[in-house]
């Protein structure tokens, strides 16, 4: 069935003067000032490469302006295939105002972070007809998009290919820049990912866009989209249409899809809507979304929800690396509601009784894997983990979080102390917060930006809580099969410094499965690349016995302490009566926080 959804409050108002829209595009030439050039004698071909250090003044189709950070501007009547990376330098694309131009993007890259520039800029009252193939990537930066669609200016994009399309400053991923909307926009096919600056829309009207603009029509008719607002105090910017100040949108959606859409910037991760919707077939747009997912389901039929049987069988989860995995207390859910397992005491002593009763072993390995489908709140007992360190042989705790990620924890990784730790400390002590934080990342989106960069996918994790677990968690994804021998690499966001540590690599193994051991709740970014990462590793976590508690490093204070985990100063005295003087801690000195 096609469907077609329409959300527009169109305001017919004056447009913007001709002269304020060239006033906000920088560095016009003379052929972007409206005088059409004739066609050059070709001596580059009608292939632009972006990698080359010496391009020649012109092609079939195009010129370059000159230098090693020249601007490449596409001509009217071009068919042009751009390819390779600018990397070291400030070489980007144009497409000439008033052209129509033929364009293929072919595995390129150009990234214009750290400058004032725009990656790929349609001019004004120019048509460009552009496909993909192989892996794309545009980064802007300053107040131009990712893929800059002007407001009198049309883009229709195709092809088998990939396109992330970022704006790291003040414009849409694709579509208009600082105050200005977006042109005509018609997406066919492709895998496409946009990302919009500050205020500004994934897919749709750059920052601070006139109220009084024309509005322009979105028209999605395949592909796989992903269209994320970019942050900011107005908050009215939408994954696809609208900027902070944009009137409005014209969208139109055709086709059936696998969908999430989110009032967060986030990728939801149960149905509940209005605010957050997750399902087939028909997506119903509104503009209250910020993050919005769809998956053309001509080419990627539904996937069914990772039940698990109520006998021993083989897990549906796709984030665990376990093959047999006999149940505890979960029984197979209806559709949509296999991700809804109430945190509850009960549900905790379904499983604890299900550990202590255990006698499913696994003969071959010694070892028992416990499942649970708990979805993204998940407070481990301390009750769990008792019974859990109790148990021999090993014996896994494996817990699906429906966000991208599973955790398990193992019975030997809990450590000798924990009984004496939790009896020292207090009830709660032992208590594990591994929930999933869904008001998302607490990184700035160029900062993510800047991580995903080169990456063939990624996952984001964000978490609720910052406090150390006590023991050794692993965390489980899976990326597919078509990533078996690539490295899924594991980062975590400092906030101390503002930026992601590089934690660890994993090489994929054949079922799309990687797996790291973790020691601290934070934001984790999981990316996927071909290569193995040149970083070096952060220093790992230092050995903690005590949940619920911080281990005090250089340059810690208790103020900083108490707002990290939200908490007063007046509850970490109660809870710490030998601290005599709260300007006076030390390095490696445990403050317990509950």
Request: proline residues 6%.
């Amino acid at each position: 069935m096609v469907t077609k959804q329409k959300l527009s409050s169109k305001i017919i108002a004056p447009v913007l003067s001709f002269a304020l829209v060239f006033g906000m595009m920088p560095g016009l030439s003379v052929s972007a000032a409206g005088i059409i050039p004739i066609m050059p004698l070709a001596s580059g071909g009608s292939t632009i490469d972006m990698s080359d250090p010496s391009p020649p003044t012109s092609g079939t189709g195009w010129t370059y302006s000159g230098g090693t950070d020249g601007s490449y501007t596409i001509l009217d009547g071009a068919n042009v295939t751009v390819t390779g990376s600018n990397s070291g330098s400030q070489r980007r694309i144009w497409v000439d105002m008033n052209a129509t131009a033929n364009v293929k993007l072919q595995n390129t890259n150009i990234d214009m972070t750290g400058t004032s520039l725009g990656a790929f800029t349609i001019f004004p009252s120019a048509t460009v007809n552009l496909t993909l193939s192989g892996n794309n990537k545009l980064y802007s930066s300053d107040t131009y998009a990712g893929l800059q669609v002007p407001s009198s200016a049309k883009l229709t994009i195709d092809g088998d290919g990939s396109l992330s399309a970022v704006s790291l400053g003040l414009g849409a991923g694709i579509g208009g820049g600082w105050v200005d909307m977006n042109g005509v926009i018609t997406i066919e096919s492709g895998t496409i990912t946009a990302l919009g600056g500050i205020g500004s829309a994934g897919i749709g009207a750059g920052s601070s866009a006139p109220a009084l603009a024309t509005i322009h029509p979105i028209t999605i008719n395949g592909g796989n989209i992903t269209a994320i607002a970019g942050g900011g105090s107005n908050e009215q910017q939408a994954a696809i249409g609208r900027s902070d100040t944009a009137p409005g949108e014209e969208v139109y959606i055709y086709g059936n899809y696998n969908y999430w859409a989110s009032t967060l910037y986030i990728k939801p991760l149960y149905d509940n809507p209005p605010d957050d919707v997750i399902g087939s077939i028909e997506f119903v747009y509104d503009n209250i979304y910020k993050y919005i997912e769809l998956v053309d389901m001509t080419s990627s039929p539904p996937s069914s929800p990772p039940f698990v049987s109520e006998s021993v069988g083989e897990a549906q989860d796709e984030n665990l690396t376990g093959a047999s995995i006999p149940i505890g207390p979960e029984v197979r859910k209806p559709a949509g509601d296999y991700c809804m397992s109430p945190q509850t005491p009960d549900l905790w002593r379904i499983v604890n009784d299900n550990i202590i009763k255990e006698t499913g072993i696994n003969i071959s390995t010694g070892k028992v894997n416990h499942f649970v489908n708990i979805g993204p709140e998940i407070i481990v007992p301390n009750f769990v983990l008792n019974s859990l360190k109790l148990k021999e042989p090993v014996i896994t705790l494996m817990m699906y979080t429906c966000s991208g990620v599973s955790f398990s924890i193992t019975s030997k990784n809990i450590p000798n102390r924990y009984n004496e730790a939790i009896t020292a400390v207090g009830p709660e002590a032992g208590n594990i917060d591994l929930s999933i934080n869904r008001t998302g990342m607490k990184a700035p989106v160029n900062v993510i930006a800047e991580v995903l960069k080169d990456t063939v996918t990624n996952r984001l994790v964000p978490m609720a809580s910052r406090e150390r677990f006590g023991m050794v968690v692993n965390q489980h994804y899976n990326v597919g099969p078509a990533n078996a021998g690539n490295f899924a690499n594991l980062y975590r966001y400092n906030d101390r410094t503002g930026q992601f540590d590089y934690l660890s690599s994993y090489q994929i193994n054949e079922k799309g499965q990687a797996m790291f051991a973790t020691t601290i709740a934070a934001d984790y970014l999981l990316t996927v690349t071909t290569a193995k990462p040149t970083l070096t590793a952060a220093s790992p976590d230092p050995a903690i016995v005590i949940p619920g508690s911080h281990i005090v490093m250089s340059g810690d204070t208790l103020l900083q302490i108490a707002k990290r985990y939200g908490v007063s100063l007046s509850q970490i005295k109660v809870l710490n009566p030998d601290i005599s003087n709260i300007d006076r801690i030390k390095p490696g000195q445990i403050i317990r926080l509950r």
